[in-house]
């Protein structure tokens, strides 16, 4: 399978979303990665339902929705009603996280669990057979336009061995200062899902930029 590409609509022009939405659509983009912030979680505040159920309405490929937010099982039903088709949620806010991904699967979503910087790929151990993907941050979750963490190519080295080892179905996918210079190698050690904000939106022409991560 080759590498798939989530542009992230939080470095889209908000003001033009739907020539946005537009864009990605006719592009060689697999997904949308809609960040969701709660400022509790994060030191930051994106966007919530009514804007996901917005997207939804133009968007022609599947909405693979981050949700970096306490508490998340209160609103998976909602994020479904809005739109999603993979909901990730944050190991580190989930106490119950066995339950939680049981519930986004029963709602008919795929399940997904994102790794913060620090929190080792181990943890996922007796979880991870149940998941149909893995979001390593490859930056602290909250903001777009940050530098790219290098350990992030040892955590994905690790989790492609445990998903080996346990024979898990789960896609990799990797958030966080993908650009041109670094995509290749995140896909020769293991990535199957590239997010890419500012690096897309804030190039002179996205579409061109996104053939040039799908094809790298
Ligand atoms: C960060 C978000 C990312 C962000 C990536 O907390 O989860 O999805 O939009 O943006 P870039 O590609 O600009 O690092
Ligand atoms: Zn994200």
Redesign the pocket.
């Known amino acids: 399978m080759s590498h798939l590409i989530a542009p992230?609509i939080?470095?889209a022009d908000f003001a033009n979303l739907q020539k946005e939405i537009e864009m990605v659509n006719q592009s060689e983009a697999d997904w949308f990665?809609i960040?969701v912030?709660d400022g509790v979680f994060?030191p930051n505040i994106s966007f919530g339902m009514p804007v996901i159920s917005a997207i939804k309405k133009h968007a022609k490929k599947p909405m693979d929705v981050?949700l970096?937010i306490v508490d998340p099982d209160k609103f998976i039903k909602d994020f479904k009603k809005a739109g999603a088709d993979i909901l990730t949620v944050h190991y580190e806010v989930c106490n119950h996280l066995h339950r939680t991904v049981q519930t986004i699967k029963q709602e008919g979503m795929q399940a997904g669990v994102s790794l913060n910087p620090h929190t080792p790929v181990a943890v996922l151990e007796d979880i991870i057979a149940d998941l149909d993907m893995v979001l390593i941050?490859s930056?602290n979750?909250?903001?777009?336009?940050?530098s790219f963490i290098e350990n992030t190519y040892k955590k994905i080295k690790q989790l492609r061995e445990l998903i080996k080892k346990t024979g898990s179905k789960a896609l990799i996918e990797v958030?966080?200062?993908?650009s041109d210079q670094n995509i290749e190698k995140l896909v020769d050690t293991g990535a199957n899902v590239l997010?890419?904000?500012?690096?897309v939106f804030k190039s002179k022409n996205p579409k061109e930029t996104i053939k040039k991560l799908k094809r790298l």
């Not at 958030?175 to 993908?178: L, R, T």
């Open positions: 992230s939080l470095a990665h960040d912030m994060v981050h970096m941050m930056v979750p909250g903001f777009g336009g940050q958030d966080g200062g993908v997010v890419a904000g500012s690096f």
